[in-house]
C-alpha cells in the first residue's frame, strides 16, 4: 500500500505577488526566497521551518495548476510556539476571531484567526 509522508509545499494564488511576501514576511515572520524552478522560471516561496508556499499570481499560474486556482480561496493554520498573546500583540487589529479552541491534525489547538491581503484565512495555533 502507498501513502503519503508529509507536506513538502502549498502553491498559493495571489492577487499581488510583492503585497503578499510584504504580509507574509513581515506579520508572520516567514523568509521569502526567489528561486529558478526546474523549468527555468523565476518564481517567489515563502520559507518556514521545513516547508514552503509557493506563490503563483493570479492570471499568470504555472502550469500545471489548480482547476479553479483564484487568490483568496484558502484557509491555512499554522503552528507556532510563540505564545498566543505575544501573537495578539504583535497583529493588533488584524485578529479577527480568537484565541478559539480547536482541534488540529495531533490533537487540541488553540488559534487566532486572521485574514491575508487577498482574504485567504489564517489560522496561528498553538498545541494545548
Known sequence: MVSVGGLDHLVLTVAD??????????????EPEKFISADGSTRWALMFGEQKI????????????AKRAMAGSADLCFLSASPLADWQYH???????GPIKRT???????????????????????KI
Open 17 to 30: 505577488i510583492d503585497r503578499s511576501v510584504t504580509f507574509y514576511r513581515d506579520v508572520l515572520g516567514m
Open 104 to 126: 488540529g491534525a495531533t490533537g487540541p489547538i488553540l488559534s487566532l484567526y486572521l485574514r491575508d491581503p487577498d482574504g485567504n484565512l489564517i489560522e496561528i495555533s498553538n
Open 54 to 65: 509557493n506563490l503563483h499570481q493570479a492570471g499568470a499560474e504555472y502550469d500545471p495548476k
Open 91 to 97: 497583529l493588533g487589529g488584524l485578529v479577527i476571531e
